[in-house]
């Protein structure tokens, strides 16, 4: 039976609801959605700016997966949520660039009505450790 560990780092924010930032279970991670907080000032420096939204997103990801022993390579699903799909191309150019583009991650992008905080994006992913 695989264990579960607890996942956090100072180099990502702090959840703002009662969840962990991630959970190691067996060989994989499971990251909660990442918003565009800085984890310095643990304030939102770029809200409504797509481009540095997405970027302090993937930031904040994989700092949290750097402190589950992981990098963007083993990533292997991600969700995208967006408060406008008029986004999507912005978001994909940043993300291939985050990404390995000949081998990303299975993922799903879906439009919501809002997010916490009035974000415009909100990512969250798996990963599997060999």
Same mark, same amino acid.
């Not at 609801?17 to 000032?41: E, L």
């Not at 990533?75 to 406008?84: E, G, N, R, S």
């Given at each position: 039976?695989?264990?579960? =560990?607890?996942? =956090?780092?100072? &180099?990502?924010?702090?959840?703002? $609801?009662?969840?962990?930032?991630? @959970?190691?279970? $067996?060989?994989?991670?499971?990251?909660? $959605?990442?918003?565009? @907080? *800085?984890? %310095?000032?643990?304030?939102?420096?770029?809200?409504?700016?797509?481009?540095?939204?997405? +970027?302090? #997103?993937?930031?904040?990801?994989?700092?949290?997966?750097?402190?589950?022993?992981?990098?963007?390579?083993?990533?292997?699903?991600? +969700?995208?949520? !967006? +408060?406008?799909? =008029?986004?999507?191309? +912005? #978001? &994909?150019?940043?993300?291939? *660039?985050?990404?390995? %583009?000949?081998?990303?991650?299975?993922?799903?992008? #879906?439009? %919501?009505?809002? !997010?916490?905080?009035?974000? !415009?994006?909100?990512? *969250?992913?798996?990963?599997?450790?060999?």
């Amino acid at each position: 039976m695989s264990s579960t =560990k607890v996942i =956090k780092t100072a &180099n990502a924010p702090d959840p703002v $609801g009662p969840y962990n930032q991630a @959970i190691k279970a $067996g060989n994989f991670i499971y990251c909660s $959605g990442q918003i565009a @907080i *800085d984890p %310095v000032s643990n304030k939102i420096n770029c809200l409504g700016n797509i481009e540095k939204e997405t +970027t302090q #997103v993937l930031k904040n990801l994989l700092a949290v997966l750097n402190a589950g022993g992981a990098k963007a390579e083993d990533v292997i699903k991600t +969700t995208i949520y !967006l +408060t406008d799909l =008029k986004n999507f191309k +912005t #978001v &994909n150019d940043i993300y291939s *660039d985050f990404f390995n %583009v000949e081998n990303p991650p299975a993922r799903a992008c #879906v439009e %919501v009505s809002s !997010l916490p905080k009035g974000v !415009l994006i909100e990512i *969250d992913c798996v990963a599997f450790l060999d």
